[in-house]
């Protein structure tokens, strides 16, 4: 099955020890995006956002990110990009108006078929958080339960269990669980018209190479079993209201028992073990060192 996949991931920004906006730092804003090679970049309230094309192959798509980044660093040098799910901003970074901007869009959640809304208050307090959001898209077309309303939602399910859950527990950042009182709870998607963007990762999954390849490929074993409707007994073994409890709760040991018990036999051995790989042998550089940049 072809299918193309994107990524919008947002990245802190840090200098001499300090977190920095990337307002007056990044060019490029949500409407006017900076174009660079194989993505572009902008600043989204605080965050130092860049976006990629589609790619059709995980090495493709590894290589894409990896251009954009080191395009990235000499833009935002003498800062350094930081992968952190949630961080505290100094008040000092946060005057401009665009720093407390939220929600411009609005999210959905696949399993109550509702609109997701940010709290309010969340302009009020010095939290910002950072997603790695994926956009999977159709090649000519197909598949076509990506253009459809109700495959949609039935793809961003599915993506909950195939990645949702494991990110859980392979992502080590302290500050994940916070993140989710902002963005990121299990469901959060917004439907486009080439397909869907899932919106409930953090930024974890961009550290390095390893790690982009591997969501590229749970994201391919998540659509070949919507084709194929397996993901409804998926579904059915794990229960919806669990499924939602381990992402939105940060279940960590429960996600991982469960995964491998439960959802680890739908999908291939090969990405299964790569994921018990990544686990004992997690990322142990910064993103700097993981990409050679």
């Known amino acids: 099955m072809r299918?193309?996949?994107?990524?919008?991931?947002?990245?802190?920004?840090?200098?001499?020890?300090?977190?920095?906006?990337?307002?007056?730092?990044?060019p490029g804003t949500k409407h006017v995006p900076h174009r660079l090679e194989k993505g572009a970049a902008q600043h989204d309230n605080v965050m130092c956002e860049f976006n990629v094309d589609p790619a059709s192959t995980p090495g493709e798509f590894v290589e894409n990110i990896r251009t954009v980044l080191v395009q990235l660093d000499?833009?935002?040098?003498?800062?350094?990009?930081?992968?952190?799910?949630?961080?505290?901003?100094?008040?000092?970074?946060?005057?401009?108006?665009?720093a407390c901007a939220f929600g411009c869009d609005p999210d959905f959640d696949a399993w109550r078929l509702e609109v997701i809304k940010v709290s309010p208050k969340a302009a009020g307090t010095s939290l910002r958080s950072a997603g790695g959001h994926l956009h999977l898209g159709t090649v000519k077309?197909?598949?076509?339960?990506?253009?459809?309303?109700?495959?949609?939602?039935?793809?961003?399910?599915?993506?909950?269990?195939i990645i949702g859950i494991p990110s859980v527990f392979l992502d080590k950042d302290p500050t994940a669980n916070k993140r989710r009182s902002l963005y990121g709870r299990a469901g959060c998607h917004r439907p486009k018209e080439y397909g869907v963007e899932y919106r409930t990762l953090g930024n974890w999954w961009i550290k390095g190479p390893k790690t982009v390849s591997l969501v590229y490929r749970l994201a391919e074993e998540a659509l070949s079993l919507v084709e194929s409707g397996?993901?409804?007994?998926?579904?059915?073994?794990?229960?919806?209201d669990n499924i939602q409890d381990i992402i939105n709760k940060s279940l960590v040991d429960v996600a991982r028992e469960q995964f491998f018990k439960i959802a680890a036999p739908f999908i291939s051995k090969s990405v299964a073990n790569n994921i018990k790989r990544l686990e004992t042998n997690n990322l142990t550089g910064d993103l700097y060192s993981e990409w050679r940049i």
């Open 141 to 161: 077309g197909k598949p076509k339960f990506l253009l459809d309303d109700y495959g949609k939602v039935d793809v961003v399910k599915t993506l909950d269990i």
């Open 74 to 98: 000499k833009i935002v040098r003498p800062a350094r990009m930081k992968v952190q799910a949630s961080a505290d901003f100094p008040d000092s970074e946060l005057p401009d108006p665009e």
């Open 230 to 240: 397996k993901y409804k007994d998926l579904i059915n073994e794990l229960g919806e």
């Open 3 to 26: 299918f193309m996949i994107g990524a919008d991931p947002e990245l802190m920004l840090e200098h001499e020890g300090k977190l920095k906006s990337a307002i007056g730092i990044v």
